[in-house]
Each structure stands twice: as structure tokens, then as C-alpha cells.
């Protein structure tokens, strides 16, 4: 009997490139802490530089490779740009990461 949840035509690795490449964008600590900020409503680019405590330059490349995956938003207004998740179900991920703190090798 499968484990599947729905009935799908069997994967391949090139299934899976999109998300390999979500994957890769979010296994860097900053990048984690910057979309759980976000969790919670849209930041500007100061806000995320004095959350993260690096400055502007690296923020906005950890910024880039989030947005160029998909994973953030971006929006200008005047002279700023706000960030948003573009899916917010992404921090269902975090809660099931959560679970794996207490679980024993």
C-alpha cells in the first residue's frame, strides 16, 4: 500500500527542482529568521537589517535569493521596499521543524 496522499504518476528528480531550489534558499539561519519575520506582516529592508544584525548589503543578497526562488514579495514605496511572503503556508514547514528539536537521534 502506498504512503502517498493523492494518487499521482510517479516523480522524478526533475520533479523536484523547484522545490530543491526553495530548499537550498532557506538553509541559510539569516534567511530562516528573515521569513519567520515576515510571518508575521511585511518589514522593510532597515527593520530586517536590525532584526538579522548584519548590514544593509548582506540583508538585501539574502533578500535577492529569497525573492528569485519565489518566497518573498517585494514592493517600493518612495524610497523603501517592503518584503511579504508570497506564501505564507511556507511557515507550516516551520512548525513542522519545530517537532524535530526534541526527537532523538
Do not use: W
Not at 539561519?29 to 508575521?40: F, H
Not at 538585501?60 to 511579504?84: C, M, P, W
Request: aromatic content about 6%; glycine content about 6%; overall charge neutral.
Amino acid at each position: 500500500m502506498s504512503t502517498s496522499a493523492c494518487c499521482t504518476p510517479p516523480k522524478t528528480p526533475a520533479d523536484f527542482r523547484a522545490a530543491s531550489a526553495v530548499f537550498k534558499a532557506l538553509s541559510n539561519p539569516n534567511r530562516l529568521l528573515i521569513v519567520d519575520a515576515l510571518g508575521s506582516g511585511e518589514r522593510c529592508v532597515a527593520d530586517l537589517t536590525a532584526l538579522v544584525g548584519l548590514d544593509m548589503s548582506t540583508v538585501s543578497n539574502h533578500l535577492a535569493v529569497l525573492r528569485n526562488v519565489g518566497i518573498l514579495k517585494d514592493e517600493r514605496r518612495g524610497t523603501q521596499v517592503f518584503y511579504s511572503l508570497r506564501k505564507p503556508c511556507l511557515l507550516n514547514l516551520f512548525c513542522c521543524l519545530d517537532e524535530f528539536h526534541g526527537v532523538e537521534g
